[in-house]
Nanobody, 122 residues
Framework: QVRLVESGGGSVQSGGSLRLSCAAS???????MAWIRQAPGKEREKVAT???????SYADSVKGRFTISQDIPKNTLYLEMNSLKPEDTAIYYC?????????????????RGQGTQVTVSS
């Protein structure tokens, strides 16, 4: 069983920055992890994915502005968000797929956290 707990969300003005963290417990088995967001009335979007070997992929909507990283010894996933826009407003979730290698593609959401709210005002 894997437990994921997100933190770091909040309210910022357009152009601001936030850093999200996701603390993981349990056996991740060198699997991929991802950040997903869900905004009211919009489809869920996979924002960024990272594999154990450091392979990373981003949604086109956040490329150049968001950076995903992981501290493997600490079992923590991060999402550095810069140049935030109002359209980035959403609940951000952390997900993990123990044993899966995404290779830059989709990482299954076998486990997902409760989410953290990010609100960007114009």
């Amino acid at each position: 069983q894997v437990r994921l707990v997100e933190s770091g969300g909040g309210s910022v003005q357009s152009g601001g920055s936030l850093r999200l963290s996701c603390a993981a417990s349990g056996d991740l088995d060198n699997g991929c992890m991802a950040w997903i967001r869900q905004a009211p009335g919009k489809e869920r979007e996979k924002v960024a994915t990272i594999d154990y070997d450091g392979t990373i992929s981003y949604a086109d909507s956040v490329k150049g502005r968001f950076t995903i990283s992981q501290d493997i010894p600490k079992n923590t996933l991060y999402l550095e968000m810069n140049s935030l826009k109002p359209e980035d407003t959403a609940i951000y979730y952390c997900a993990a797929a123990p044993g899966y290698y995404s290779g830059g593609h989709s990482c299954p959401e076998l486990f997902r956290g409760q989410g953290t709210q990010v609100t960007v005002s114009s």
